[in-house]
């Protein structure tokens, strides 16, 4: 019998019996980018976005031509705008809220929305309104010959000038030309963009998104893909959602409706091909991490915060694994992606974990609950006490040799060394015989090397698979398809750069 064959009979075994298979592993691709988009994964998704360059989220600096100085919101927020700052930090930074292709709110560092003053004379601009209206609707207009001079347009129909260091109104008409003696022009700084579910779906708008994404998701992942899977000795997917998924047809605009059905046709396709499928709730309602993979609008991270963040991310899991739960296929529910602390603090996640595994339970048995470790500043074992009580527990962590200082000067040897003698470590750490299993539920064999060639990169997948296939739940690729080659487990097969 073909070895992919016995795995996948002792899989089925193990279910049917109610236990766990010492023996089987998952090795699993994620599907990231289809049902919650990264742009990063597939930029050509927002290329049919008017004015592109300002999605919601997208941080902005502007510094005034005549003081020389940036504009910034005084104390972060809650007071007046002034252009004093000699440079840029977080007061100093806007995040825009899009709300079409030519007006935008500013959001600054203490969560208040740019506006003019209607209390005074009706030009002044101060940063106090926590709920953006008329008042607090710009437009931000860029010189032809030179994209980063702008001005900015206030509701009133004027423009916004720096009077002064200290003054800043919304009465200039304008209309002095670009140059450096204008204190209307500003020359405007991009420090930070996000591209996520948000960021299409409101880029587009309510007329266009709907065919665009139900087009994305029609086409990114397709049955083939799955054939490719299980003949490439994968048995399993991740497939990460978003928490609008459980709305559909109807979700909370600016999201669209169709996802589900996508969800649905993975199932059936997985179920053909003898794939097991991991649900992962990516995007959680108010993000559990700011990032553009959770949904986010702004960067901000609100989940958990409230007793109603959790509680609808609880409702979330429970129409997932209500409505999957009979399908031969499904075999764990992650509850949430890369909680990041210390915004996600260990009592909210906790809190969520016990409530998230009992939802699980109200609807399956066997199917395992799998529980993310948060990022930044945390204890690696910090979720045994809770999870160490719940059967068929399993803890997700995840291992880049990227996004650190300290793989920037590494050198092709040193990341080898580190993923067998830190990584493993850090996986041993974790798994123990009588706790939670272990997954490594995302990783890539991609590096900081500069001028790696075909066998440095067969050696670092080649580690990292022998690392992480000690993982008692098994390890997930991240990802199946994206536009940067060796973050594509598809070309990675397809070339010979990894063979499973």
């Known amino acids: 019998m073909h070895l992919l064959s016995m795995c996948v009979l002792s899989l089925v075994l193990s279910c049917c019996q109610g236990r766990v298979d010492p023996n089987f592993r998952i090795r699993a691709v994620n599907l990231g980018g289809w049902l919650v988009t990264e742009g990063w994964i597939k930029p050509s998704l927002f290329d049919g976005i008017v004015n592109k360059d300002f999605l919601d989220g997208t941080a902005l600096q502007f510094k005034s031509?005549?003081?020389?100085?940036?504009?910034?919101?005084?104390?972060?927020?809650?007071?007046?705008?002034?252009?004093?700052?000699?440079t840029a930090s977080g007061w100093e930074t806007f995040r825009l809220w899009r709300i079409n292709e030519t007006a935008f709110n500013?959001?600054?560092?203490?969560?208040?929305?740019?506006?003019?003053?209607?209390?005074?004379?009706?030009?002044?601009?101060?940063?106090?309104?926590?709920?953006?209206?008329?008042?607090?609707?710009?437009?931000?207009?860029?010189?032809?010959?030179?994209?980063?001079?702008?001005?900015?347009k206030a509701p009133n129909g004027y423009?916004?000038?720096?009077?002064?260091?200290?003054?800043?109104?919304?009465?200039?008409?304008?209309?002095?030309?670009?140059?450096?003696?204008?204190?209307?022009?500003?020359?405007?700084?991009?420090?930070?963009?996000?591209?996520?579910?948000?960021?299409?779906t409101n880029g587009y708008g309510p007329e266009n998104a709907p065919?665009?994404?139900?087009?994305?998701?029609?086409?990114?992942?397709?049955?083939?893909?799955?054939e490719f899977i299980s003949q490439n000795g994968l048995n399993a997917v991740r497939i990460p959602v978003g928490w609008w998924i459980a709305s559909d047809p109807t979700p909370p605009p600016p999201f669209v409706g169709?996802?589900?059905?996508?969800?649905?046709?993975?199932?059936?396709?997985?179920?053909k091909y003898g794939l097991k499928v991991i649900i992962d709730l990516h995007a959680a309602p108010g993000?559990?991490?700011?990032?553009?993979?959770?949904?986010?609008?702004?960067?901000?991270?609100?989940?958990?915060?409230?007793?109603?963040?959790?509680?609808?991310?609880?409702?979330?899991?429970?129409?997932?694994?209500?409505?999957y739960a009979k399908s031969p296929s499904l075999y764990a529910v992650e509850l949430i992606n890369e909680p990041l602390s210390p915004g996600a603090t260990l009592s909210s996640v906790i809190e969520y974990y016990k409530a998230g595994y009992a939802a699980v339970r109200r609807h399956t048995s066997t199917a395992f609950v799998v529980?993310?470790?948060?990022?930044?500043?945390?204890?690696?074992?910090e979720l045994f006490p809770v999870a160490s009580g719940f059967k068929r527990s399993v803890i997700d962590v995840h291992y880049y040799n990227l996004f650190e200082d300290k793989f920037n000067n590494m050198t092709l040897q040193q990341n080898i060394d580190f993923v067998y003698n830190n990584r493993?470590?850090?996986?041993?750490y974790v798994t123990t015989s009588n706790g939670p299993l272990t997954f490594v539920g995302e990783w890539v064999a991609e590096w900081q090397v500069v001028g790696a060639g075909k066998e440095d990169y067969q050696r670092l997948a080649e580690a990292q698979m022998e690392v992480y296939g000690r993982a008692s739940f098994g390890w997930a690729y991240w990802t199946l398809k994206n536009v940067n080659k060796h973050w594509s487990l598809e070309w990675m097969i397809n070339n010979g750069y990894i063979k499973l």
């Open 211 to 226: 065919q665009v994404m139900r087009e994305h998701w029609r086409t990114f992942i397709v049955e083939k893909d799955f």
């Open 287 to 323: 993000s559990q991490n700011g990032w553009e993979h959770s949904g986010s609008r702004d960067s901000s991270q609100e989940w958990g915060k409230t007793d109603e963040t959790i509680t609808q991310t609880v409702a979330v899991i429970d129409f997932l694994t209500s409505r």
């Open 65 to 86: 031509v005549t003081t020389g100085k940036y504009l910034s919101a005084e104390q972060g927020g809650g007071s007046i705008i002034v252009a004093n700052r000699t």
């Open 371 to 381: 529980m993310s470790n948060r990022l930044g500043p945390m204890e690696p074992r």
């Open 106 to 152: 500013f959001r600054v560092f203490g969560k208040q929305f740019i506006g003019v003053d209607t209390d005074e004379n009706g030009i002044g601009i101060v940063a106090i309104s926590k709920a953006p209206g008329h008042s607090e609707t710009f437009e931000i207009l860029r010189n032809s010959d030179d994209k980063n001079r702008v001005r900015i």
């Open 424 to 428: 493993s470590s850090q996986l041993n």
């Open 159 to 200: 423009y916004l000038q720096a009077k002064t260091e200290e003054v800043v109104t919304a009465d200039s008409q304008g209309n002095k030309g670009w140059g450096d003696d204008d204190p209307s022009v500003f020359v405007m700084k991009m420090t930070g963009r996000l591209e996520g579910e948000f960021q299409v």
């Open 258 to 271: 169709g996802s589900l059905q996508a969800l649905d046709n993975a199932f059936q396709w997985a179920k």
